[in-house]
């Protein structure tokens, strides 16, 4: 298997890529603020007409993203595409197009105990209280259960029996390993598939929202092989983009910053990788510290444009020296 190339930054990489996948939370910004060096990156892989898409697990809806990420100064004209679970699963409730949500019904059946999701607010979808009536079953990563895992058995029976498939929106890395994903949702659904439950879960590293990814790219004749995936999950990020047969390169000041905390130099940095390399079973194609630029690389695609006439200024150089060593 290839080492991983070790990048000063993105620009090492920018020729290789037609179109760049970016997770969003601890690669482009921290919910608050864009990191220091990504809004000028975005900027230099735009003005090479790279097709940007930010992809992530939130459950946000697309308006409700680019009114954050402007207010960071992440503008709509630095990406083409934001893709998050919430918006995924929302549209694939109104329109029933995608193959895991055709004919999948309108009436759905929750655990959780709050009110309409925010997410789903004005689709044509409505929750019931009782699972017989639902025609499908939906969960979250953040449901709040009104009972144990044990107390619903009796209910996951019964979703099983009539059929129901169950949608299964994942939260991101940092959900994945709070006290309430574990002992909640989680459990729900890992119960329920040990009964037998049929379930899509939705939002990397499943295939599906990798999917809606390649399919908007390749209307724009932009393929897998030509596309990277940027971020700085190891679960989410390059698995996902593994399965989906897409390079991947990592980002270590995020989630997993800690792993690299000792690292003094590139050899520690390589053996901290390769401990989440064995541990999830992937290797990312790339490593950079943080979304930046980088150094300019010396092939013609970054060397400066010549000005009107300096060409031919340049020509003429040339000339006079070839007639003087004559």
Not at 66 to 89: N, Q, T
Not at 198 to 215: D, L, R, T, Y
Not at 292 to 300: F, N, V, Y
């Amino acid at each position: 298997m290839p080492k991983t190339k070790f990048c000063k930054g993105l620009s090492d990489i920018s020729d290789t890529y037609m179109a760049m996948i970016f997770d969003q939370w601890g690669v482009l910004h921290n919910g608050v603020e864009a990191y220091d060096g990504v809004i000028d990156c975005l900027k230099e892989l735009r003005s090479r007409k790279k097709v940007i898409i930010l992809l992530s697990n939130t459950m946000m809806r697309e308006t409700e993203n680019k009114a954050l990420l402007k207010k960071m100064g992440i503008g709509p004209s630095l990406y083409d595409r934001i893709i998050s679970v919430g918006e995924f699963i929302s549209s694939g409730f109104e329109k029933q197009e995608n193959e895991v949500f055709k004919n999948l019904g309108n009436r759905y059946y929750s655990f959780h105990k709050g009110g309409v999701y925010d997410f789903i607010e004005g689709v044509p979808v409505e929750r019931v209280n009782d699972v017989t009536e639902a025609e499908f079953v939906l969960v979250t990563g953040h449901d709040i259960l009104e009972k144990s895992v044990k107390e619903l058995e009796p209910e996951l029976k019964k979703i099983v029996q009539k059929g129901l498939k169950t949608v299964f929106a994942i939260p991101d890395s940092r959900g994945l390993l709070s006290p309430n994903y574990i002992m909640g949702p989680g459990l729900l659904v890992r119960r329920l598939r040990d009964f037998g439950g049929v379930i899509f879960s939705a939002g990397k590293p499943h295939k599906p929202i990798f999917q809606e990814c390649i399919n908007y790219l390749q209307s724009k004749d932009i393929y897998p092989g030509h596309t990277v995936m940027i971020g700085d999950t190891m679960a989410h990020d390059m698995v996902g983009a593994n399965m989906s047969e897409i390079d991947a390169c990592f980002v270590k000041s995020g989630l997993h910053s800690g792993t690299f905390r000792n690292a003094q130099n590139l050899r520690d940095v390589d053996m901290a990788l390769n401990v989440l390399i064995a541990q999830y079973n992937v290797r990312p194609n790339y490593l950079i510290e943080r979304v930046k630029w980088g150094e300019a690389l010396p092939d013609r695609k970054h060397r400066r444009r010549l000005q009107p006439g300096e060409r031919a200024r340049r020509r003429q150089i040339r000339r006079k020296r070839l007639s003087k060593d004559d």
